[in-house]
């Protein structure tokens, strides 16, 4: 991130690393409402999946920027009430829409949101109806500022 000198930039909020070891369903937070999981998954550069499982409730969402399909998506993936899952197309280092329903489907989430889908003329046609070709359950775009309750 120094490459960017974001620290330098005036008026930036404060921003705290934590170093999470390397792995598969890493605990990164777990207290008395909400246990986190954060997983390495398949891209260029670093980059990391989360399971987020609210213990009130019992709701899970799980979450997968960039990313090609990989077992650990699914593993943070499973019996989710929402995924929320990258649609970039077929490009090395990010799954197709197809590929996010496929995921969806294999771990048997409820809800898929698709995010990180390409830009340009109609480019958003027929991802829902692509990602329904492989999974049964809802299928939506998610939006900038989307607010999703569990």
């Known amino acids: 991130m120094g ?3 974001w620290a330098d ?3 930036f909020f404060p921003v705290a690393f934590n170093r ?3 792995g598969d369903m890493v605990s990164v937070i777990n207290n008395k409402e909400f246990e986190i999981h954060a997983s390495q998954v398949n891209h260029l550069i670093p980059c990391i999946g989360l399971r987020l499982e609210c213990k009130t409730s ?10 090609e399909p990989c077992a650990q998506v699914i593993r943070l993936a499973k019996k989710a009430d929402v995924l929320i ?3 970039n197309g077929h490009i090395h280092g990010h799954s197709s829409a197809l ?7 294999q771990a048997e989430a409820k809800t898929l949101y698709l995010i990180h889908y390409p830009t340009g003329e109609n480019p958003t046609d027929n991802l829902v109806k692509d990602a329904g070709l ?3 359950g809802e299928v939506h775009l998610a939006e900038d500022f989307l607010a999703l309750e569990l």
Do not use: M
């Open 3 to 5: 490459f960017y000198g």
């Open 9 to 11: 930039w005036p008026h």
């Open 20 to 22: 999470l070891p390397a």
């Open 58 to 67: 019992g709701k899970v969402l799980a979450y997968s920027c960039d990313t």
């Open 85 to 87: 899952h990258e649609a």
């Open 99 to 105: 590929q996010a329903g496929d995921i969806a489907n």
């Open 134 to 136: 492989r999974f049964s």
